[in-house]
C-alpha cells in the first residue's frame, strides 16, 4: 500500500492507496510528513454496497446514513451506475472503487471520493464556492452562484489594486483561537489558479450584476443563508454538518458579509476599497 498525506491548516490528511499515484499540480504544494488528523482507504472491489430503499440519490451521488455509518456512491461522468463508494464507520474511512478503474485513479478525483468537505467540516472548518483574492495580507472573497462574475471581480482587483489571487474558485475557512483564516486549495474549478498561501479574513462579498454599484453590510441572517447557500456539504453525516453551521455561524458573527450589486470595471474595485479601508 501507497501512502500520502496533505495539509490543510491543522488538518493532516493520510490518502492509503493500493499503488503510487502521482504526484501533480497543485496537489503536491500540500504534501507534508505530519502526522495525519484523519485517514482515508482506498481499494477495489469487483462490487459495491447495494444502494436500497434508504438511499437519497442524486444526479452524480447516492448517499445513506445509519448513525454514525455512511454510504457516499459516487457516479463516473456519462456513464451508468456507481463507480465508487465511500463508507464511514465512526473514525473509520474507507473508499471502495471497482476493479476496473484500477490504474485511473488521480489526486483530484481521490480527493472528491475521501469526502473533503466532511472532514474539513470534522475540523472545524467550511469550504466556500468563491474566488479568492489577497491584499495588504488579508483575504476577500467574492461569493457567487456561477456567471454572476467572481473571476471577474478577483481579475479586477488584480489589475486595479495590486492584489494576489489566490483560488479561482474555492475558499477554506477556519479559525485561528477568534481569528477568521481563509487557506489555498488544491481545486479551482476552471480557473487553475490555485495557491497554498494563508492569512485572516478581512470581508466576504456577495455578488450581484447591476446597473451601478450598490455595496451594503448583510444583516447575520440574510449572511448565513448566503454563505450557507455557497457551502458544500455534499453527503456529510449529521455530526458534520452541525458543525458546518457552527462554523458558518461564527463567520457571520466575526467577519463582515456584503451585498454587493456591481459593475464590471474599476468603480466596482474603488468603491469596495473604500469601504474596506486599503
Request: charged share 25%; with cysteine; aromatic share 10%.
Amino acid at each position: 500500500m501507497k501512502s500520502k498525506k496533505y495539509r490543510f491548516f491543522d488538518t493532516v490528511i493520510q490518502i492509503i492507496t493500493p499503488e503510487e499515484i502521482p504526484n501533480e499540480q497543485p496537489f503536491v504544494q500540500f504534501l507534508c510528513d505530519d502526522e495525519p488528523t484523519n485517514t482515508v482507504t482506498f481499494k477495489y472491489v469487483t462490487e459495491l454496497p447495494e444502494v436500497d430503499e434508504k438511499t437519497v440519490s442524486g444526479e452524480e451521488v447516492a448517499f445513506k446514513a445509519e448513525g454514525e455509518k455512511s454510504f457516499c456512491w459516487y457516479k463516473h461522468h456519462g456513464k451508468e451506475g456507481y463507480f465508487a463508494c465511500r463508507i464511514c464507520d465512526g473514525e473509520v474511512v474507507c473508499v471502495q472503487v471497482l476493479e476496473e478503474y484500477r490504474g485511473k485513479l488521480w489526486d483530484g478525483i481521490i480527493f472528491n471520493l475521501s469526502g473533503f468537505e466532511e472532514i474539513i467540516s470534522e475540523n472545524n472548518g467550511v469550504v466556500l464556492h468563491a474566488s479568492v483574492v489577497m491584499k495588504d495580507d488579508k483575504m476577500i472573497l467574492f461569493t457567487a452562484p456561477c456567471g454572476v462574475g467572481k473571476s471577474t471581480q478577483a481579475d479586477l482587483w488584480k489589475i486595479f489594486a495590486d492584489a494576489e489571487t489566490i483560488n479561482g474558485d474555492k475558499a477554506l475557512i477556519t479559525f485561528d483561537k477568534d481569528i477568521a483564516m481563509v487557506g489555498g486549495l488544491p481545486f479551482s474549478g476552471s480557473s487553475n489558479i490555485c495557491k497554498n498561501k494563508s492569512a485572516p479574513l478581512q470581508a466576504i462579498v456577495c455578488l450581484g450584476q447591476a446597473e451601478k454599484n450598490t455595496l451594503r453590510i448583510m444583516d447575520r441572517s440574510e449572511a448565513f443563508i448566503s454563505l450557507m447557500q455557497g457551502n458544500y456539504r455534499y453527503g456529510m453525516r449529521e455530526k458534520a454538518s452541525r458543525k458546518t453551521v457552527e462554523v458558518i455561524e461564527k463567520i457571520c458573527n466575526s467577519t463582515p458579509v456584503y451585498k454587493f450589486d456591481c459593475l464590471p470595471d474599476k468603480t466596482a474595485v474603488e468603491c469596495l476599497r473604500k469601504e474596506l479601508g486599503i
